[in-house]
């Protein structure tokens, strides 16, 4: 399942070994595009119309939406959760998964569990400490890292088997994501750190906020010079500042986010400082959008999803594109149909999780 129809000018592609089902954000890489993805902020609620109103925000505007596993520490509705949610009508989430909170038997059952719902994508993070969030006192796991975790779903995918060598009776088809950060030091260590990612098993990543280009220009420089561009998708981070004073706190709390004297005085010199930081966000966005070897931009507008659609608008990056629909997910067409069939047996209405339990019994 995806999200968006494949486009006329994307060709069918040739299946990879243990690799045979691709998502849309997969396929309009590999036919390179520019590809667009953004983060859905997790809501503190059982309320699945929270999910389904924070999704249609990004509705027609981008080839994947992030579901958070417990971002900064903080405990929000789970990503498996959300995930489940946005496949049931037709989006194509990219699930993360942080290793902070899960061993691996509980990982892997996710992925599979994950990967049967319709989710093409997985982003591997270690994940912050306990200690950023509201409850520090939890017990931390980090059974695995980012680097082993992109390993274990690897195997699943392309050997069919768990960690114990159990084989699987049908591997999970995803396409595998990490994330990178080119403005943390020590910056000639970072393309060290995507290449290890790759060999682990990385196809895409996406980068923390970007706010300065030179930084990401030399960054790129490297990446280049080490052919890794040639071997995994790059998606630059871009997001909208909501004011010089916000600015000044992320950078001052917020660990690895690089915010230059310069983006804060041009906010701070703004009449109306909101929209100047939607329109830093756009030229950044067309900035990186020329920048060779990245190959698309990952959207992040916390508290600000809103302005979404028009950041990718406005910034012209997917110009020449076909208005995009959410594509049907077959298996809960599938499951709908049944749902029909079980109400004309019983000859009463039910309620659908009740259809489902009974399909599933």
């Not at 489940?84 to 691996?104: E, K, W």
């Not at 520090?136 to 069919?160: H, N, W, Y």
């Not at 706010?211 to 998708?233: A, H």
Request: hydrophobic share 40%.
């Amino acid at each position: 399942m995806s999200f968006f129809p494949i486009g006329e000018h994307e060709e069918p592609l040739p299946p990879e070994p243990g690799h045979t089902s691709r998502g849309r954000l997969e396929r309009v890489l590999r036919a390179g595009e520019f590809a667009v993805t953004a983060e859905l902020n997790p809501p503190d609620s059982a309320d699945p119309n929270d999910v389904f109103e924070r999704g249609a925000v990004f509705d027609g505007w981008v080839d994947g939406i992030n579901a958070t596993d417990g971002s900064g520490a903080n405990c929000h509705m789970s990503s498996v959760g959300i995930c489940a949610l946005l496949t049931r009508v037709g989006y194509s989430p990219i699930m993360q998964i942080s290793c902070r909170d899960h061993n691996r038997i509980a990982i892997q059952g996710n992925v599979l569990g994950a990967a049967a719902m319709g989710v093409n994508n997985i982003l591997c993070l270690t994940g912050d400490g306990v200690q950023a969030g509201d409850q520090p006192g939890a017990k931390p796991v980090f059974d695995l890292d980012c680097m082993s975790l992109l390993r274990t779903i690897r195997q699943m995918r392309d050997e069919g088997k768990l960690l114990s060598g159990r084989k699987l009776t049908s591997a999970p088809q995803v396409f595998l994501g990490a994330a990178i950060n080119p403005f943390a030091p020590p910056y000639d260590f970072r393309p060290h750190r995507l290449a290890k990612k790759i060999e682990a098993g990385a196809q895409f990543v996406q980068s923390q906020y970007c706010f300065d280009i030179p930084m990401m220009e030399n960054y790129m420089n490297s990446v280049r010079d080490m052919g890794l561009d040639e071997n995994c998708f790059i998606l630059a981070g871009v997001g909208p500042l909501a004011s010089a004073r916000a600015a000044k706190w992320i950078r001052s709390n917020v660990p690895g986010i690089h915010i230059p004297d310069s983006i804060i005085e041009r906010l701070e010199g703004a009449e109306d400082q909101k929209l100047e930081g939607k329109k830093i966000a756009i030229e950044i966005l067309q900035q990186v959008r020329e920048m060779k070897g990245v190959s698309g931009a990952h959207v992040m507008a916390y508290r600000q999803e809103e302005l979404v659609a028009d950041i990718v608008h406005e910034s012209g990056v997917l110009k020449g594109r076909k208005p995009w629909t959410r594509e049907a997910n077959p298996d809960f067409e599938a499951v709908s149909e049944a749902m029909e069939i079980t109400k004309e047996q019983m000859g009463e209405e039910i309620e659908p999780s009740a259809a489902v339990a009974a399909v599933s019994d």
